[in-house]
């Protein structure tokens, strides 16, 4: 499985869903049960993102089963990882697996400092093994101004990243998707499923998609 281009609002694809490889995910969030909801549910394409750390024992056994239970499927499957953006502008994810994998950046700590969070963010986006900008917003508190949201964009745009809509968060913030869109931004969609119930869910962000479809 390789990366993949991704640009597309569609409703049937689902770029960001988790699994019972990590530890807090419902306990029948299977590979395959996910597939086999993604299909009942008609959705044509899903990536599998589980949370991933530097020190992830399991992703050799995760990458197989995905493997094994795609190759029976009419899905597209990406697998991939959802790593945490750390305030050095690395990501916390074993560099072996960022170049071929499916790669989403989310903040997951707060930083309680701007320009660490926006300093981190850029050197996330400028990233090439970074494929996806996973439910971004700015942290609780944090005031990011309209010229520092645009700066952000252009890089978005100049990295060729595409910015996620996250249906579980509702994120990123309306305004930040009207000043990213006007600035050529990319997005797709991702319900950050938790639960089978969830994949492919985005009734609750049809807001955002049509700001993101505007203009
Ligand atoms: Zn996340
Ligand atoms: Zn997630």
Redesign the pocket.
């Known amino acids: 499985m390789q990366k993949a281009a991704v640009n597309t609002m569609d409703k049937l694809a689902d770029y960001h869903i988790h699994s019972t490889y990590n530890d807090h995910s419902d306990p029948d969030l299977t590979i395959n049960n996910v597939i086999q909801i993604a299909k009942s549910k008609g959705l044509k394409k899903i990536a599998f993102t589980e949370h991933v750390r530097k020190s992830s024992d399991w992703i050799p056994k995760y990458l197989d089963e995905i493997q094994r239970c795609a190759i029976a499927s009419s899905l597209d499957i990406l697998s991939g990882f ?1 790593a945490k953006i750390l305030q050095n502008g690395d990501i916390d994810c074993p560099s072996e697996y960022r170049t071929e994998y499916f790669v989403i950046a ?1 903040f ?1 700590s707060v930083f309680g400092n701007k320009q660490v969070w926006i300093n981190a963010l850029k050197s996330v986006i400028r990233d090439p093994t970074v494929d996806v900008i ?2 971004l917003a700015p942290e609780p508190g944090m005031k990011v101004s309209e010229s520092e949201i645009r700066s952000i964009a252009e890089e978005i745009v100049q990295n060729r990243k595409v910015v996620e809509l996250n249906s579980k968060y509702r994120r990123p913030p309306l305004d930040w998707i009207l000043t990213f869109k006007a600035k050529g931004v990319r997005f797709h969609l991702g319900s ?1 499923a938790h639960s089978l119930n969830s994949v492919g869910s985005f009734e609750n962000i049809n807001d955002l998609i049509v700001a993101a479809n505007s203009l």
């Open positions: 959802e989310s997951h996973g439910h950050d």
